[in-house]
């Protein structure tokens, strides 16, 4: 059974810092490109975050070009989204979903809540 | 970037009704579409791929349709299960949704 589960989701003060993971079991995880999406209260869905199976292609929103930085460990079946200089706004649900290249998204995660504020 | 305008916004219909959801692209996509459906505390499922494609296990009174900036996610005959969030994402670029349509009991 395909399962995504994600962690790291907390209470943060604006400009800290946070490391989301999402662990990855019941597929090859190498083979899959993926995502971060996230959903803030009451809000649509927002594509974040992108990597492809390797690791060697990166994209983002323009909303957090040069504040997050998604990265994978295959060998621990693990993506990351780590997360700096955040804002009120970043208050999200964070969702990691994978697809078959850049495909749509097939599987999701239940998502973790990041909360930033004083 | 490519942008994705979705309406409506939320409607109203009765189990039964035929629903229509319309999603345009600001540049052409080909038919590099998908529709999420998405219940209230719960992570989005797709529906639909590649614009008309009918997901694993998705009922088939849903269908997609259209191509290039033009696209509609149809539910005939609408079930209890059915009321919930709808959103189109296009995946030709980085991955943008749509606003999200509510569907809602009348």
């Known amino acids: 059974e395909v399962q995504l589960v994600e962690s790291g989701g907390g209470l943060v003060q604006p400009g800290g810092s946070l490391r989301l993971s999402c662990a990855a079991s019941?597929?090859?995880?190498?083979?899959?490109?993926m995502h971060w999406v996230r959903q803030a209260p009451g809000k649509g869905l927002v594509w974040v975050s992108r990597?492809?199976?390797?690791?060697?292609?990166?994209s983002y929103a323009d909303s957090v070009k040069g504040r997050f930085t998604i990265s994978r460990d295959n060998a621990k079946n693990t993506l990351y989204l780590q997360m700096n200089s955040l804002r009120a706004e970043d208050t999200a649900v964070y969702y990691c979903?994978?697809?078959?290249?850049?495909?749509?998204?097939?599987?999701w995660g239940q998502g973790t809540l990041v909360t930033v504020s004083s | 970037d490519i942008q994705m305008t979705q309406s409506p916004s939320s409607l109203s219909a009765s189990v039964g009704d035929r629903v229509t959801i319309t999603c345009r692209a600001s540049?052409?996509?080909?038919?590099?579409l998908a529709w999420y459906q998405q219940r209230p505390g719960k992570a989005p499922k797709v529906l639909i791929y590649?614009?008309?494609s009918l997901a694993s296990g998705v009922p088939s009174r849903f269908s997609g349709s259209g191509s290039g900036t033009e696209f509609t996610l149809t539910i005939t005959s609408l079930q209890p299960d059915d009321f919930a969030t709808y959103y189109c994402?296009?995946?030709f670029g980085l991955g943008t949704f749509g606003q999200g349509t509510k569907v809602e009991i009348k």
């Open positions: 979903a994978r697809t078959v290249g850049g495909e749509s998204a097939d599987y």
């Open positions: 019941g597929f090859t995880f190498s083979s899959y490109w």
């Open positions: 990597i492809n199976s390797d690791g060697s292609s990166t």
């Open positions: 540049h052409s996509i080909s038919n590099y």
């Open positions: 590649k614009a008309s």
């Open positions: 994402q296009q995946y």
